[in-house]
């Protein structure tokens, strides 16, 4: 079946630092991707998209591209802020189906 | 705009107990609807899905089940818990197919003990 993997935390990282989170996909046919994210004490919300090969999602200074040729959708961004501190996710929707595959997150620590 | 209630937030339970976890949607009409169980220092694991009222989709076997008895709610129940079952419950909503996200409530912590 459709799987995500995702680097394991936890990452520790100092402000300014750049940051990748790696995630890799396994699915049939062309499902849309996702990043959600999950600040302490609160529930998921959405960071970014991209729903076909080479889109680019961005928000907030992160971004990720889709891509096909790897079946991969690492997030990235520049220059990390204490702020950023939070559960990642990565996670699939499949193609014509309802169901979204979530990988098992990745904790990101970032230090002042 | 819409709207996603869970109660309760916390909630701490005997072994063998029952567990009756609700969900509640605003300003949607035919969410597909979803229980998340988020264990500690796991991930996400998707539990069940329901496209419309009555429909249950069960993901993983487990002594937990599901009910949609209207249109914007989705119940989350069990007969006994188990200490297993403790962890942290996101219910979702999500409109159609094909490109569209989930929007999470705020969760339900449960401590079975």
């Known amino acids: 079946g459709d799987s995500v993997t995702q680097m394991e935390g936890p990452v520790t990282l100092s402000e300014e630092a750049f940051l990748t989170i790696n995630c890799t996909y396994t699915a049939t046919g062309y499902p849309s991707l996702f990043w959600y994210v999950q600040y302490p004490g609160e529930g998921l919300q959405l960071l970014l998209k991209?729903?076909?090969?080479?889109d680019k999602g961005s928000n907030k200074g992160f971004e990720a591209t889709y891509r096909k040729e790897t079946t991969s959708f690492h997030l990235e961004k520049g220059s990390v802020q204490v702020s950023d501190s939070a559960v990642y996710f990565c996670a699939l929707l499949e193609p014509g189906g309802f169901k979204t595959i979530f990988g098992a997150g990745t904790r990101l620590f970032v230090k002042a | 705009s819409q709207t996603i209630h869970q109660w309760p937030a916390t909630l701490v339970q005997p072994v063998g107990s029952p567990l009756s976890l609700e969900c509640t949607v605003e300003?949607?009409?035919?969410?597909?609807l979803y229980w998340y169980r988020q264990a500690a220092g796991r991930g996400l694991q998707l539990l069940f899905y329901s496209v419309g009222i009555g429909q249950i989709s069960s993901e993983v076997p487990q002594n937990l089940s599901a009910s949609r008895p209207q249109d914007r709610q989705f119940i989350l129940s069990s007969k006994k818990l188990l200490l297993s079952d403790s962890g942290f419950y996101l219910c979702a909503w999500g409109a159609g197919t094909g490109r569209a996200k989930q929007y999470f409530g705020p969760g339900t912590r449960l401590t079975v003990t």
């Open positions: 300003g949607t009409s035919n969410p597909n």
């Open positions: 991209a729903t076909k090969a080479d």
